[in-house]
């Protein structure tokens, strides 16, 4: 799908020096990327603390 974006030319320059990426579409797509895996990361750190762990088993135990 082609698209015509008004991106800010300094911020695109340091995302081209940052990741050494060579083109505009390359730079926009990993950047794209980027910022689904991070919001996608966010909602993870909502089931943080939200397991109940058996006080009678001895966890460090099983690990081995």
């Known amino acids: ?3 015509n974006l008004n991106i800010d030319p300094n911020l695109l ?3 081209f020096s940052v ?3 060579k083109t505009k579409k ?3 797509n990993i950047a794209l990327i ?3 895996k991070k919001h ?3 909602d993870i750190i909502k089931f943080i603390n ?4 058996d ?4 966890y460090k135990k099983l690990r081995n």
């Open 34 to 36: 980027e910022f689904i």
């Open 1 to 3: 799908m082609a698209t």
């Open 26 to 28: 390359e730079t926009v």
């Open 55 to 58: 006080s009678s088993v001895n």
């Open 50 to 53: 939200a397991i109940d762990y």
């Open 19 to 21: 990741g050494g990426l």
């Open 13 to 15: 320059e340091e995302a």
């Open 40 to 42: 996608k990361q966010k």
